[in-house]
């Protein structure tokens, strides 16, 4: 078995991140969530904090499963875990263009191998993007994530009320 760091911005977690979460618990072993910001200029829509708090509450009950932010690169971030790879999600052809531009600076940089795994076919279409600007105006992403996120985004975009 081995320890794996699955880094993202995480904001927030989505049922696509938890797909490839489980893949990586029964392929690996030991997964890290990193959730990786920048603390100097927090930006997005939850704090470093909450992300953290909204991934434990949708991996609860997954033993091998830690969550920790992290404010710097995803390989120092996998060297402070001993993690013997990284873990990314893959959902199209444009997500491997980035990623493998990254999997070869990281490898390149520490060493470290960067493990694809394709996400389920069900769920290639969620971004934590489109979630959010989907929730914000309102509409119904409760089928996407999991039910602590989605109080989260419906509290975040309560309308106040007169
Ligand atoms: O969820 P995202 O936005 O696809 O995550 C991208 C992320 C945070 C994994 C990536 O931008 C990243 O690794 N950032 C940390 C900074 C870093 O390591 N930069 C060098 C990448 S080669």
Redesign the pocket.
């Known amino acids: 078995m081995a320890t794996v760091l699955i ?4 904001d927030p977690l989505h049922l696509g991140h938890v797909d490839v979460v489980d893949q990586a618990v029964e392929l690996f072993g030991d997964v890290v969530i990193g959730v ?1 910001v920048n603390f100097d200029k927090p930006s997005g829509l939850f704090s470093a904090d909450e992300r953290v708090a909204l991934a434990e509450a949708s991996l609860a009950g997954r033993t091998t499963v830690t969550v920790r932010a992290f404010g710097n ?3 120092q971030a996998a060297a402070d875990v001993g993690a013997d790879f990284i873990v990314k999600g893959l959902r199209t052809a444009a997500d491997y263009d980035i990623e493998q531009q ?1 999997a070869h ?2 490898h390149s940089v520490t060493g470290i191998r960067t493990v694809f795994l394709p996400c389920r076919a069900d769920f290639g279409f969620v971004s ?1 993007r489109f979630i959010r600007e989907i929730a914000s105006r309102g509409e119904h992403i409760e089928h996407l994530v999991a039910a602590p996120v989605a109080a989260a985004l419906a509290d975040r975009f309560a309308q106040p009320s007169e």
């Open positions: 880094p993202g911005s995480f990786l690169l995803a390989v990254m600076m990281n934590s």
